[in-house]
């Protein structure tokens, strides 16, 4: 069954800091993966998503991520961290049609 | 372009109650999908609806069931409720069977269930 892992239930930076979220997959054949960002109070957001097309993924709000199918991750990074980046931030995988399936969450706290 | 609604958006009932809740996709969307995230958890996958048929199932028993209409709005029925109900329950809207595995899951701002 797809796995979905995600190292650190809190990752504290400072503003203007790198921002590093790990996650891992685990699979035999390379999932489907995608980020989202959930606020307080509200729903999942997408913030990018894998399909193979390109293993370094652009997505909103100046987030990126990096598929390495030889270390099975999908690790998330900013450059620069911004006050409003504080939120719980979810990894998931999907193999074809199948379910998506979620990591545990990384909560990001930023402090000023 | 109104994104994925959810209601109520909170509800508190009793163990051995039953409740119902709502979602309408985003506009042109055919396919719902409903996760149960507990507190400090990653949703968990529930079912999915397309076409008025339940096409996919997580690990929930037959307490939870659901409903699509043929404007492809859907309700999430959970019957005989436990404590270990309590929880966030998100729906999510996509075009997955005809947009392809990789077509976006837009989510609503769910729906907050206390069991109590």
New interface residues.
Partial sequence: AQS?TQLGSHVSVSEGALVLLRCNYSSSVPP?LFW?VQYP??????LL?Y?SAATLVKGINGFEAEFKKSETSFHLTKPSAHMSDAAEY?C?A????????????TRLLVSP | DAG?TQSPTHLIKTRGQQVTLRCSPKSGHDTV?W?QQAL??????IF?YYEEEER?R?NFPDRFSGHQFPNYSSELNVNALLLGDSALY?C?SSL??SGG??D???????TRLTVL
């Avoid at chain 1, 999907?94 to 969450?105: A, D, E, I, M, Y």
């Avoid at chain 2, 400090?40 to 996958?45: A, I, L, T």
């Avoid at chain 2, 976006?104 to 769910?110: K, L, R």
């Fill in positions: 979905v489907y989202y109070n509200q729903g999942l957001q997408l998503k399909t979810f998931a999907r193999r074809g049609f199948q379910k998506l399936v979620f990591g545990t969450g | 994925v999908s996760y400090g958890q990653g949703p968990q996958f999915q996919q997580g998100l999510a997955s069977l595995p990789t976006t899951q837009y989510f609503g701002p769910g």
